[in-house]
């Protein structure tokens, strides 16, 4: 029952970052602790809003929240795809051992 709830949970994600607007991520208060404690930028600072402008064919804009968002997005889809593929593998094979 989990790996369906988990399955479920990966082909919903990328629907849902797809459905909101590219600006969603761009307002509000920072949640990196690098930010909130030494008021400093790191390097994972603008990823999210990064991501979100890429997926929606923003690149200026992702590239200007953050250029790692070249190797970072890509990184994630192939880790979101394997794993997609593995549960979904997974979630085959019990189906076909209950039938036997």
Known sequence: MLRYLIFGGLLILPC??????ASFFDEGQ?????????NK????????RS???FIHFDFE????FN????IVFPTLSYIWLK???KIYQQ????NEQAQE
């Open 16 to 21: 849902v970052l797809i459905i909101l607007p």
């Open 30 to 38: 920072s949640l990196c602790l690098s930010v909130l404690l030494l």
């Open 41 to 48: 930028e790191c390097y994972g600072c603008g990823l999210t």
């Open 51 to 53: 991501v979100q402008h």
């Open 61 to 64: 804009q992702a590239w200007h």
């Open 67 to 70: 250029k790692l968002v070249v």
């Open 83 to 85: 794993q997609t593929i």
């Open 91 to 94: 979630l085959k094979s019990e």
